[in-house]
């Protein structure tokens, strides 16, 4: 997967370079420790042929929120960064991608907490709608972190060390993912999405407390809503997960994704008559229907709400 080339722009820090020019700091606190935050999120060409970025607001303020979190500096406005990250698309000429900002902390090799944070914005092409083949998925021999040891909530840097480990061992046990509980054994989440599944034509879903309760996440409910699809959030295990009729993933780079089988038991439904395919089909129209881009407005209708 090639990220970038001469041509790329990278937002850095309120400017627009060159991203094989772009230079970081090698004594940054964020590449020794794993102290940064960031975000993943998408735009998508809509059916007016527009660039739209999906839930742009949502994904900031969870990215001011996250910094937040692990005491970073956030000199940074929501309404600033969606602009910039619009100009960066058209700079790259881009429309359905991948956008990820990160916030970085400058040189410090003490564990002081710093008086100022960096802003990086990186995007680059992804087609919309990857997910069609159904996954193969293991429960990992690695729980998600503690959160009395993490701030678990927060999408920082370090927690995603956890996401590499579990995604490897799944990989090379043969799996195409990883399933990971929470410390008392019960389902929690994927190395990088949120996790459903159907029983008795109703939704289930972990609570939030040892999750990234994450946008996408929303989103399912949303639409579940509107289409008088029951969910329920609650704890269960793996093996409740066994006994069910279909389960998927869902996060914004994976969007809606369906399960064959956990632990090699398949699921009992096919995909195609499950709950999981109506969302699937209702989240790929919701991503590519959204209006016009009134972001500013949008924005300022939240601060006065
Ligand atoms: N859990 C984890 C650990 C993730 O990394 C992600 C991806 N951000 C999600 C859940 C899904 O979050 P979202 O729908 O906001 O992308």
């Not at 054994?185 to 994450?214: M, R």
């Not at 066994?242 to 914004?252: E, I, L, R, V």
């Amino acid at each position: 997967m090639q990220y970038y080339n001469e041509n790329t722009i990278l937002y850095l820090n309120g400017e627009f370079v060159k991203a094989s020019e772009a230079k970081t700091d090698f004594y940054s606190q964020s590449l020794h420790y794993g102290y940064a935050v960031f975000e993943g999120i998408r735009s998508y060409r809509n059916v007016n042929g527009e660039t739209i970025i999906f839930k742009e607001v949502e994904h900031y303020e969870r990215l001011k929120n996250s910094a937040l979190l692990m005491n970073m500096p956030f000199p940074f406005s929501t309404e600033e960064l969606i602009e910039a990250t619009y100009e960066l698309l058209d700079a790259n000429n881009l429309q359905d991608a991948y956008i990820r900002p990160v916030i970085y902390a400058p040189a410090n090799m003490s564990f002081a907490q710093n008086t100022t944070s960096y802003i990086m914005i990186a995007v680059w092409e992804m087609s919309p709608f990857l997910g069609e083949k159904l996954l193969r998925v293991m429960t990992s021999s690695f729980q998600r972190p503690n959160p009395k040891g993490f701030k678990i909530e927060a999408k920082a840097s370090g927690h995603y060390v956890n996401s590499l480990l579990a995604s490897h061992e799944a990989k090379a046990n043969g799996y195409d993912e990883a399933l990971l509980t929470d410390m008392n054994d019960n389902v929690a989440e994927g190395p990088g999405a949120n996790v459903f599944f159907e029983k008795d034509g109703k939704l289930i879903t972990p609570s939030t407390g040892n999750i990234l309760p994450g946008i996408t996440r929303a989103t399912v409910m949303e639409i579940c809503n509107e289409l008088n699809i029951p969910v329920e959030e609650k704890l269960f295990t793996t093996n409740e997960m066994k006994d069910s009729d279909a389960a998927f993933f869902c996060g914004t780079a994976a969007e809606v994704i369906g399960w064959h089988s956990l632990d090699d038991v398949p699921f009992k439904k096919p995909w195609s008559e499950s709950l999981g395919k109506i969302v699937q089909e209702a989240y790929k129209n919701v991503v590519v229907n959204p209006v016009t881009r009134s972001v500013v407005n949008k924005y300022e209708g939240m601060i006065v709400e």
